[in-house]
């Protein structure tokens, strides 16, 4: 006897699954994460990102113009920090006219309904790598969250509509909170980076900002007594809810593919949105394959997008934003 129920009933054809289909993802859904670097006329392709690039601040206009046109609502801004200004303190993070508060003021004043958000971390600004500041060998966690919060009262300074540490220092979010409400920003959001796993996946983005740890004695060789073990999942929910506490508007999971039970966990637990950040390295995997003919390129890329939504991503960064919106079009 045949079963009453056959669900391939539905699977007849596109129409009709398009109909049921349960999740659907749009441009809405992409953050584009953009590299700056100085200089003028320069799009520069990062050798671990095929197709992806650093821009500079006069070429920087025409991408979020292109990027507002996909219907791509926010970037979060990212910037090459020259070596001759950087320190152990990242002092060049709260200059008025760095690199950084520069790029959130070109973007606004070219799509000024575009969502900026700003990476808040020392590892570009500083001499080791590090997101943190460096004194005998460790990571100081205090000292570094003061840093870390004069840095994202500068961007917002700036005009950055949210804040985006990614640093995982304990304490930051309520000390950046407090400062932003004490000098008056209490309209700027935070995006906490809340589950930022020590990931292997993240060696094209330093490549990007020539951002990783150095190989010096004394200095620590990875970010483990920070960031948090990949092998931990309750960890990851009592980050994201300390985050809530101390004031973050939105929180993060990164990485996003190999995360995405503790994407629905955090989903489950929390109700503020719940961003995902598809790292370089699944980035790069993708293209490295396509590039092979191993896999369909355009076809992985939106399983992918859409397998992070439908784990309980509100929305992603991705290196696929300006892509995926065009294919989604």
């Known amino acids: 006897m045949f079963p009453l129920q056959r669900n391939r009933r539905l699977r007849t054809n596109e129409a009709l699954r398009s109909l049921v289909r349960e999740t659907i993802v749009t441009p809405n859904d992409f953050q584009a994460p953009l590299f700056i670097v100085e200089g003028e006329n320069k799009k520069e392709e990062i050798a671990s990102m095929p197709g992806y690039f650093r821009y500079s601040l006069d070429l920087l206009k025409a991408e979020v113009k292109e990027l507002w046109g996909l219907g791509i609502k926010s970037v979060l801004l990212f910037v090459k920090v020259e070596e001759n200004l950087k320190d152990n303190k990242g002092t060049e993070a709260v200059n008025a006219e760095g690199l950084m508060q520069r790029a959130i003021k070109t973007v606004k004043d070219t799509v000024p309904e575009m969502i900026v958000m700003t990476d808040v971390a020392l590892d570009p600004y500083s001499i080791y790598g590090h997101d943190g500041i460096i004194e005998n060998g460790k990571v100081l966690n205090d000292e570094s969250v003061e840093a870390l919060a004069k840095m994202a009262l500068s961007h917002a300074q700036a005009g950055a509509d949210f804040v985006a540490p990614s640093d995982m220092m304990d304490g930051r979010i309520l000390a950046m909170r407090q400062l932003l409400e004490s000098e008056g920003f ?144």
């Open 186 to 329: 209490v309209n700027t959001g935070i995006m906490s980076y809340s589950a930022k796993y020590a990931s292997a996946f993240y060696g094209p983005f330093r490549d990007a900002l020539d951002s990783a740890p150095v190989d010096a004695q004394d200095i620590p060789k990875d970010k483990k007594t920070y960031q948090m073990d990949p092998a931990n999942r309750e960890e990851a929910i009592k980050e994201t809810l300390m985050d809530i506490e101390e004031g973050a508007d939105i929180v993060m999971v990164k990485p996003g593919l190999c995360y995405l039970d503790i994407v629905r966990d955090i989903k489950n637990a929390v109700d503020v949105p719940v961003a995902v950040y598809q790292v370089s390295g699944e980035y790069a995997m993708i293209k490295a394959a396509s590039e092979k003919g191993w896999l369909d390129h355009d076809a992985v890329v939106l399983e992918q997008l859409t397998a992070i939504k439908r784990a309980g991503a509100d929305f992603v960064s991705t290196y696929f934003a300006k892509y995926a919106a065009k294919l989604l079009s």
